[in-house]
Every structure is written in C-alpha cells, then in structure tokens.
C-alpha cells in the first residue's frame, strides 16, 4: 500500500532512524526545487552537492530499480534542442509507435548529465 506522507512526516520518520537521518539530513548539501502543475501534479527535483563519493548510474529502462518521468510535449524536436543546451543527450533516437491506440506517438528517452532519465512522448498529429 502506497502511504503519502507530509515533508514534516517524514523528516519525523528519518529522526525515527537516528543513523539514517543523520546520514541522509546532516551529511547532505542538496538543492530543492517544486514544479507543481495547473492539473495539481508535484514533482520534487533534488540536486545532491555532497558526500564527495557519490556515483552517476545509467541504468537502462529495462533495469530492475530504472525509474524515469515521462512527460507530454507539444513539439519533441523543440523539446530535444532546449534539454541538449543544458548536457542532456538522447539515449537512443527518437521512435514512432507504429500500430494500436498510440499509433503515430513519438517517443525518447534522455539523460542529463547526473544520470536522470526524462522520457519525451508527443502525441501523433491527429490526436494534438
């Protein structure tokens, strides 16, 4: 079961595990940014500054523990040029579901260079 629980929660819940907390509070220098939508989606992006001994993974999709967000845009070739200017790469070229309820819907994943993976959809041109 999938339990939201509130900022204040769950800082209670790391103090809960002294070590943990201390690890992840006291340890950490992190940047936090909230992009919240018209539609009432959040997304939280956090950027980590220290430990020094932090690692970049680049898992692929099919990995066990791959994670990405996927989002809607209007214009992907647009959407490509904004997101190289600042160090993300294509993981692959873009592609084009070719059959079903998605037909025509182009599709790519990106990566930045702190190793989140993005995943472009642009709806096919009789559905925008």
Same mark, same amino acid.
């Given at each position: 079961? &999938?339990?939201?629980?509130? *900022?204040?929660?769950? @800082?209670?819940?790391?103090? +809960? $595990?002294?070590?943990? @907390?201390? $690890?992840c ?5 992190? !940047? +936090?940014?909230?992009?919240?939508? +018209?539609?009432g $989606?959040?997304?939280?992006? &956090? #950027?980590? $500054?220290? =430990?020094a !001994? ?6 692929? /999709? ?16 647009? /959407? &490509?040029?904004?997101?190289?200017e @600042?160090?993300?790469? =294509?993981? /692959? ?8 309820? *998605? #037909?025509?819907?182009? &599709? ?14 642009? !709806? /096919? =041109?009789?559905?925008?």
């Amino acid at each position: 079961m &999938l339990q939201l629980v509130t *900022r204040s929660e769950l @800082a209670d819940l790391l103090r +809960s $595990h002294d070590e943990l @907390a201390m $690890h992840c509070i006291s340890r950490r220098t992190v !940047n +936090s940014t909230m992009i919240c939508s +018209s539609r009432g $989606h959040d997304i939280e992006l &956090l #950027k980590y $500054h220290s =430990p020094a !001994n932090r690692e970049v993974i680049r898992p692929r /999709a099919c990995d066990v523990g791959s994670v990405h967000v996927g989002l809607y845009v209007e214009d992907m070739d647009v /959407a &490509l040029a904004r997101v190289a200017e @600042a160090g993300w790469m =294509p993981v /692959a070229e873009p592609q084009t579901v070719e059959d079903g309820e *998605r #037909k025509g819907m182009r &599709l790519i994943y990106v990566r930045g260079p702190d190793g989140v993976t993005i995943e472009f959809m642009q !709806n /096919a =041109p009789s559905r925008r």
